[in-house]
């Protein structure tokens, strides 16, 4: 049973690369470009709303959301950033290393805590990379630990689709 415990673990790890630090390395010194319909920065209070047809890029890092908000702290770095699927899903999208499948995840609200290193995906969540999937409502991952929690569902359960030949 161990042996399926560690298959698994490993699979969720693999899947969870959909945070911005597994993306490739360069990503991270790549200039960050965000476009939306609508944009409201409160310099005092460090909170950036983006809305309508958002999309950020960063490298080989994408995502598409209907609204994008952001809290920064003290000294200017983002704490927090939430997208939010309103319409559809939000889309995050990168290359985790060169020669391997994109991973994609899509849940109607993305978290982001870059300082506490944790991400959050709620509500229809689907993250895919090549043949490898997974389904439900609520995925909570830490970077620092590399610890990825999937709470119990109230209406459904989380499908995890595995291909050990890939």
């Known amino acids: 049973m161990y042996p399926i415990l560690n298959v698994i673990f490993l699979l969720f790890f693999l899947l969870s690369y959909a945070v911005p ?9 790549a200039k960050v470009y965000i476009a939306a319909d609508h944009t409201v920065y409160n310099y005092k209070t460090g909170i950036k709303v983006f809305e309508g047809n958002v999309t950020v ?10 609204r994008l ?6 000294q200017h770095q983002i704490k927090e950033a939430i997208a939010y699927g309103l319409q559809r899903p939000a889309h995050y999208w990168t290359l985790p290393n060169v020669g391997d499948p994109e991973v ?8 982001y805590y870059p300082i506490e290193g944790k991400v959050v995906f709620e509500k229809k969540v ?3 990379q090549g043949e490898n999937s997974f389904q439900g409502e609520l995925i909570l991952y830490n970077m620092n630990d590399q610890i990825v929690t999937v709470p119990a569902a109230k209406n459904g359960r ?3 689709v595995y291909n050990p030949d890939k």
Request: hydrophobic share 40%; proline share 3%.
């Open 126 to 128: 689907i993250v895919t």
């Open 69 to 74: 908000i952001t809290k920064d702290n003290e």
């Open 158 to 160: 989380a499908v995890l």
């Open 21 to 29: 630090v597994f993306a490739l390395p360069e990503d991270n010194k």
């Open 57 to 66: 890029d960063q490298g080989s890092t994408h995502l598409t959301a209907d």
């Open 104 to 111: 994609h995840s899509h849940a109607l609200v993305m978290k």
